[in-house]
């Protein structure tokens, strides 16, 4: 069983030790807690996908200290070091060309010519630059399984799997971070997540294209349904059926409210950035009861309302292979 640490200095040591040895971990982001290890070494990235029980093909973000770190690896274009500058350490992931003689571990980026990149908030990021190497870091949950915001949800999923869990409390954000992609003519949008559309469409002088996962093969892990939990969810509900369990999103009325096993609110002032931070911890809570039907109540596609809707839409489509 994993040992479990608060996220100071022998917190720190312990992590750098570990990662020497080629061993993965789980680490808190401002996100969702990510499983950890050595960008730049085989065994590391192997033990993530074993772990997780992930499909080879689907690559991983590297998680950097600062943007002269991601220099080593990637070209950077003037747009992106920009955002990179502008939103980091923050929930922005950007995916840029590797140089060649660059050292990430093949498996690491799927064979693909490309890195994702990004700086998390956090000891994560402290451990990164004592470590001096980007750490590769998936969400740390069983494939298939909700992204974990809280240590406990780690342990209970894979603590068994892996030595050490840093514990930081609950994830401030909640949900994975926005993943995109600058070519010379469009910023495509290739996961919408915790930095809002809106705050980027303000930084940048080209459109915001949102690439529709289904149709566009930028990574194939994108298009299957993820974030699952155990419950069957019916999304934009005006009614509660028979056995459901209501998610409710602020003071929307719905029919038939009697018949729901358990009600929680998302966020009940409306906003979608309480929501996303209560979304995987509800459904968490909701599979923890044994839901077996979830109803969710209509929520805006304004700010993190889009990723919120992108995360339930995959979790109640058929349940194919996932990250
Ligand atoms: O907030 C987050 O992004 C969290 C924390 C731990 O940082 N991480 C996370 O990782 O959500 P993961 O592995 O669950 O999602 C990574 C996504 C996948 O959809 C993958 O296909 C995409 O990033 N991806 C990785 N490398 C890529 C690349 N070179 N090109 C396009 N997409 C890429
Ligand atoms: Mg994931």
Known sequence: MARTILPNQQAKAIAIALLKQGKIMALPTETVYGLA???????????IYQTKERPHFNPLIAHVSHVAMVERYCVIDALSRQLMERFWPGPLTLVLPLKTDHTIHPLATAGLPTLAVRQPVGIFSEIVEAYDKPLVAPSANSSGRLSPTTAAAVAQDIGDKIPLIVDAGPCRVGIESTIIKVTDIEVLVLRPGGLALSDLEEQIDRPLAIVDQRAAIEAPGMLQSHYAPNASIRLNAREVFDGEALLRFGDQTIANSENASYMLN???????????????????????????????????????????????TRAAAPRSFAD
């Open 37 to 47: 290890g050595d960008a730049t070494q085989g065994k590391a990235v192997a033990a």
């Open 266 to 312: 998302l966020s009940e002032g409306g906003d979608t950035r309480e929501a996303a931070v209560n979304l995987f911890a509800y459904l968490k809570i909701l599979d923890d009861y044994h839901v077996d039907k979830i109803a969710v109540q209509p929520i805006p596609m304004v700010e993190l309302g889009i990723a919120i809707n992108d995360r339930l």
